[in-house]
């Protein structure tokens, strides 16, 4: 490719509003270009980035078992009516009706899809399993689009969905994706960790894993311990449990109107937060008093239940920044905390849950309605339960535990029966008897992971692109394009070097060297060769971009010298 020709806008400055390494480097860089809030048009650069990540992408789900199908944007909202998420999603999911007023939404996902698909098919257990995936452009509603293609509402995912007769083999399917997501994200140069992640009510402990890319700007704080392979996000990081005893005998909990009593309505309402809003509430005992800390969402939760999202702490005091910490949240997404004047809460059936799960009550315990902390449990040894800090032995008692921000770049999941029962997608067992598919779902941001690929790759001068997902492989250049030896030399080795199977830009602009080497730099292909002074000899000067390594090499050997 000639550069002359090549359309990718370059900027000098820094892009007004672009806050991170990633989105400045890929709006200077003339990688994308934004066309609405969290909507972007990925230029020729971006797009050969795209494709060499999808490629890995396909290369390692092939080789795990995986087929590659492609499933539809647009969904029948019927479907998500089906599986009960068309509320529960919340306003992340686009809808839109079509002429005949049905209506539709656009895929923020694809379970409901290809359970559907799967469900008149794969009928027997003699069919499974299966893995199925596709890459395809997703929609979600982000409350607050930022940090470029990071976080958008139009983005590119692999989205794999594996089909089991048992469980046996969803652990099967589900390590087989594990191990083929760290290729993948090794293969793009990333340093990433797999981390244990919330699984909520399906997944179970081991159920489901975050893929995160280590960096500053990430928006999830992993804890991992730094001698073994320990890591979970710390939403789920484990601290030593506290001791909660039962008070008396067991009984329905009832609602027990006290001047105190909100429910998390009420409470919300008071706070001019809506119930659906609230991305965690803590529970802090201070002083023995349940204060109840409600931390509005800096992101969109959709599939989460509040309910989940209760912790509880005993502090004498807490800093807010401890409350940061614990929560997860970002500095100014909550508002003041005064622990001591905190709201008082004494139980709503979310409460009650945790209260519950605590006393190591079970899932459908969570019916109770409503819990008197005051009068159903004693709670105290609360003391042994506090903050994960830095230090901490790690769960799996090897090592210490570090804190690091992370960007989630993959995710594997155990649905288990959760949509193949709700969609009825069966298959006949081995003696003939009908049984639930049992599923997994397994995503990769691929769009996400060019940009966490950019976070962990660039200098002052611009990107410095792992040699496997470059855009091209080598940057020829030629210093004064007005010499003709020079131009005869660039010439010649463009012809050259693509046919020894490179993939070459090719400068020959009649721009000042200076200019060509800073957009060089900024380009960031893993080597550059400069016909120049010594052109006249077939003597090129060979930079490598990440060390900036710099060797003259005579024209005969390079593709030696290139291997
Ligand atoms: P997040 O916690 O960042 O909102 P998620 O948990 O909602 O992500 P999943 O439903 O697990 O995302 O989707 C699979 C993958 O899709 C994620 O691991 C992430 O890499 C990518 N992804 C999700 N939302 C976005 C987005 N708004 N922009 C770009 N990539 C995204
Ligand atoms: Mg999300
Ligand atoms: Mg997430
Ligand atoms: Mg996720």
Redesign the pocket.
Known sequence: MKQQSLFSPTMRDIPAGADIASHQLMLRAGLIRQNAA?IYSYLPLGKRVLRKVEEIIREEMDEAGGQELLMPAIQPAELWEESGRLDDYGPELMRLKDRHTRDFVLG??HEEVITSLVRDELNSYKKLPVNLYQIQT?Y?D?RR?RFG?????E???K?AYSFDASKEGLDQSYQAMYEAYEKIFSRCGLDFRAVEADAGAIGGKGGTH??MVLSDVG??TIAYSDSSSYAANIEIAEVPKPNVERRGEEKPLEKIDTPNMRTIEELSAGLGIEAKDILKSVLFFVDDEPVLVLCRGD??V?DVKVGRYFDTVQVESASPEQVLQHTGCRPGSIGPIDLKEGIQIIADHEVAGMMNSLCGGNEEDKHYTNANIERDFRVDGFGDLRFIQEGDPSADGQGTIKFAKG?????V?KLGTKYSEALKAEYLDENGKTQPLIMGCY???V???VAAILEQHHDENGIVWPKAVAPFDLHLLTLNAKKAEQSELGTELYASLRKAGFDVLYDDRKERAGVKFKDSDLFGLPVRIACGKKADEGIVEVKVRRTGEMEEVHKDELPSYLE
């Open positions: 969290g923020a996902t997703k979600r982000e689009p293609v990071l976080r958008s509402r983005f590119i995912m989205d975050e893929f928006e999830d992101r969109e959709n960007i989630e770049v993959g995710h999941f995503g990769i941001g769009s996400r992971t």
